[in-house]
């Protein structure tokens, strides 16, 4: 009986996280001194592009392109004297899971250049609770190392280092 009991309680598995977008906002762009643009048309699913790496990560359920920024000239962007500018996502995502979220729930960067944004406590959530993610990013005048594009990526992560949920992505590109 012990050993019966011994194996149920192994068989009894840790509920995983789980996330389910629900809602993204435009990018606001209002600081931006209209020297940032959004290009909606690039807003929307883009598993496709990430789907390599997201094979290794059974509890991310896909990505989505929060957005593409476009930065204005380096022309334009040295008059202006500016280093860098702010692009602010809101996203709205839900608990679908059958457990709380653990206290220590993070969206976190896993890939490209943060833009000033590495991590977002999350904390918990309740199972059916909606929480939203407010990534307020930096946006470089000007690109590093010679590239005119760049893209980076988050997602929330339970706190013992298991990503879930949807991936988040910005791309940025430069004139």
Known sequence: DEEEEEE???AVE????????????????ASGQGLLAECPCRRGESTADW?????????????FRLGRVE????????????????AISRVVVRNNGSAAW????TLRLVAGHGLGFGQLPVGPLG??????????????????????????GWVLEDG??????????????WS
């Open 14 to 29: 840790e509920a995983e996280a789980c996330a389910e977008l629900i809602a993204v906002a435009p990018l606001d762009l």
């Open 102 to 105: 653990p206290a220590d729930t």
């Open 127 to 152: 199972v059916g609770e909606l929480a939203e993610l407010v990534l307020d990013l930096q946006v470089p005048a000007q690109p590093s190392g010679g590239f005119t594009g760049a893209r980076s």
């Open 71 to 86: 930065v204005a000239s380096e022309e334009a962007m040295s008059k202006a004297r500016c280093a860098s500018l702010v």
């Open 51 to 63: 789907s390599e790496a997201l094979q290794h990560f059974p509890g991310v359920t896909g990505a």
């Open 160 to 173: 013992a280092g298991r990503p879930f949920g949807t991936l988040f992505e910005v791309e940025v590109m």
């Open 8 to 10: 149920e309680l192994c």
